[in-house]
């Protein structure tokens, strides 16, 4: 049951990671759309405020996984 709940946990990580990135896909696109309408409007400030939120917004653990249900930092070399 612990297996189960870890993966329903990290499967909802991954979700939120994608629709992150369909929001970030979807404001570019816009932006694009925007650029090509007024050529006036600054492009490159557009799209490094898009990418700042985007990597604000993704924060994806660089943890190996506790494999054997002990925590990492607990975990001893035997």
Known sequence: MQLCAKVAKMLNTIGEHEEVLLITQSRFTKNLQLEQDSPFLS?????EQIASDALARINIPHEKPDIDGEPNA???VS
């Open 74 to 76: 607990k975990r001893t």
């Open 43 to 47: 492009s490159l400030a557009r799209q």
